[in-house]
């Protein structure tokens, strides 16, 4: 078993944690503040060849593997909780269904697109009545001659302001249920398509999060990704790779919020000497610490995994469960060790606290991960 990670992917984390750290952490409180959308820093990333990083460079990918994408995420994540976001649903959710399941064509024509960094990545999966019930879509889809006639709404999706196409899930048999579902790539121009914008959210307050409406919206009939009736199957693919990345990104969270917590128990003098020597905070910083290091191993097993074609998904709901639990238990305990100033908008921590928690909801809920799991164990 070897827990070395190989010269490339150290590369490719050094490089990213250099650049995150220079240029993303001095902008990531004015951007939880104004709710800027990072789009200068997402062109930053397309430079550095990262918008496409764990795909084939015949699509302007780096040709990287998923442990790769997942250590940069996790950098990038960091730095800034919003920023992150907007990495991961551009890979793992607005790349990742074309690349898996598009034709060679929807690939030239899309995923390369997504991977030079001309368009954001999106994915049009949840709605008003299908949170966790993704099956219960009412979003529908009707062949009428060679087009696509799509009619329904979607919500809480990721960068569809900033996407020049969107994958979404719709009904094109309403008599096959949970098979019934298709994906179909959208064009968000396209005439009765409208992208709403308008959520006032706890945190990542960066991050794009739209309302998706479709009225009578036509789109050819090629725009159709896999098979009629795989879409189901299809995004819980998607979302098993998705979650490892989640896992990543809670990781980055409790980094920053051990960082931060260290930096200020030896800073910070009570009783005539820092608070670093007091048990009471050295227990949580170690506490922080075990927790890292599991969750960390937790996201590399599972996408190591998932790079070398083996079954991933029990692993990837632990990765997500746990490492996503760990950064909002790592935000509280930073808040208590900066006492009255960690509920300052002063200090970053109040920051890591708002971004976590929806780790926790995201592509899965904890209680999603716990039946998964469950599944897997053969309850």
Same mark, same amino acid.
């Given at each position: 078993?070897?827990?070395?990670?190989?010269?490339?992917?150290?590369?490719?984390?050094?490089?990213?944690?250099?650049?995150?750290?220079?240029?993303?952490?001095?902008?990531?409180?004015?951007?939880?503040?104004?709710?800027?959308?990072?789009?200068?820093?997402?062109?930053?990333?397309?430079?550095? #060849?990262?918008m496409g990083l764990p795909f084939? !460079?015949?699509?302007?990918?780096?040709?990287?593997?998923?442990?790769?994408?997942?250590?940069?995420?996790? !950098?990038?994540?960091?730095?800034?909780?919003?920023?992150?976001?907007?990495?991961? /649903?551009?890979?793992?959710?607005?790349?990742?269904?074309? +690349? %898996?399941?598009g034709t060679e064509e929807q690939?030239?024509?899309?995923?390369?697109?997504?991977?030079?960094?001309?368009?954001?990545?999106?994915?049009?999966?949840?709605?008003p009545e299908a949170g966790s019930?993704?099956?219960?879509?009412?979003?529908?889809?009707?062949?009428?001659? #060679?087009?696509?006639?799509?009619?329904?709404?979607?919500?809480?999706?990721?960068?569809?302001?900033? /996407?020049?196409?969107?994958?979404?899930?719709?009904?094109?048999?309403?008599?096959?249920?949970?098979?019934?579902?298709?994906?179909?790539?959208?064009?968000?121009?396209?005439?009765?398509?409208?992208?709403?914008?308008?959520?006032?959210?706890? @945190?990542?307050?960066?991050?794009?999060?739209?309302?998706?409406?479709?009225?009578?919206?036509?789109?050819?009939? !090629?725009? %159709?990704?896999?098979?009629? @009736?795989?879409?189901?199957?299809?995004? $819980?693919?998607?979302?098993?790779?998705?979650?490892?990345?989640?896992?990543?990104?809670?990781?980055?969270?409790?980094?920053?919020?051990?960082?931060?917590?260290?930096?200020?128990?030896?800073?910070?003098?009570?009783?005539?000497?820092?608070?670093?020597?007091?048990?009471?905070?050295?227990?949580? %910083?170690? #506490?922080?610490?075990?927790?890292?290091?599991?969750?960390?191993?937790? +996201?590399?097993?599972?996408?190591?995994?998932? #790079?070398?074609?083996?079954?991933?998904?029990?692993? /990837?709901?632990?990765?997500?469960?746990?490492?996503?639990?760990?950064?909002?238990?790592?935000? $509280?305990?930073?808040?208590?060790?900066?006492? @009255? +100033?960690? +509920?300052?908008?002063?200090?970053?921590?109040?920051?890591?606290?708002?971004?976590?928690?929806?780790?926790?909801?995201?592509?899965?809920?904890?209680?999603?991960?716990? %039946?998964?799991?469950?599944?897997?164990?053969?309850?």
């Amino acid at each position: 078993m070897d827990f070395n990670l190989t010269r490339d992917q150290k590369m490719i984390r050094d490089v990213v944690r250099d650049f995150a750290q220079q240029e993303i952490v001095p902008r990531a409180a004015e951007i939880d503040k104004t709710g800027e959308f990072p789009l200068d820093i997402m062109k930053k990333l397309a430079e550095m #060849d990262l918008m496409g990083l764990p795909f084939p !460079e015949e699509y302007g990918g780096a040709g990287a593997d998923y442990i790769s994408y997942c250590l940069a995420l996790e !950098e990038i994540t960091r730095a800034c909780g919003s920023t992150g976001l907007t990495y991961e /649903a551009h890979i793992s959710l607005g790349c990742m269904p074309i +690349y %898996l399941f598009g034709t060679e064509e929807q690939k030239k024509k899309y995923l390369t697109m997504l991977c030079r960094g001309e368009s954001i990545g999106a994915f049009g999966l949840t709605e008003p009545e299908a949170g966790s019930d993704a099956g219960g879509t009412k979003t529908t889809a009707v062949l009428d001659g #060679d087009e696509w006639v799509i009619n329904g709404n979607k919500c809480f999706i990721t960068n569809a302001s900033y /996407a020049k196409f969107v994958t979404i899930t719709a009904v094109t048999d309403k008599s096959k249920g949970k098979r019934g579902i298709s994906a179909i790539i959208v064009p968000t121009d396209a005439p009765g398509f409208t992208i709403r914008a308008s959520y006032e959210k706890l @945190g990542l307050h960066g991050s794009n999060t739209t309302e998706l409406f479709f009225d009578n919206v036509r789109v050819p009939k !090629e725009n %159709l990704v896999g098979k009629p @009736g795989e879409g189901f199957k299809q995004f $819980l693919k998607v979302l098993d790779g998705g979650r490892i990345a989640i896992g990543a990104m809670g990781v980055g969270i409790a980094q920053a919020c051990l960082d931060a917590s260290l930096k200020y128990a030896q800073e910070r003098v009570q009783f005539g000497q820092s608070i670093s020597k007091f048990q009471a905070i050295q227990f949580k %910083l170690a #506490d922080m610490a075990v927790n890292i290091e599991l969750a960390r191993l937790a +996201y590399l097993k599972a996408a190591w995994l998932r #790079d070398n074609d083996q079954p991933y998904t029990k692993e /990837a709901a632990i990765a997500k469960v746990f490492g996503s639990e760990i950064a909002t238990k790592a935000a $509280l305990e930073a808040i208590q060790i900066h006492g @009255g +100033y960690g +509920y300052m908008k002063e200090f970053p921590v109040e920051r890591y606290l708002r971004d976590a928690k929806l780790l926790e909801i995201g592509e899965g809920t904890s209680e999603v991960q716990r %039946l998964v799991i469950a599944r897997c164990l053969g309850c």
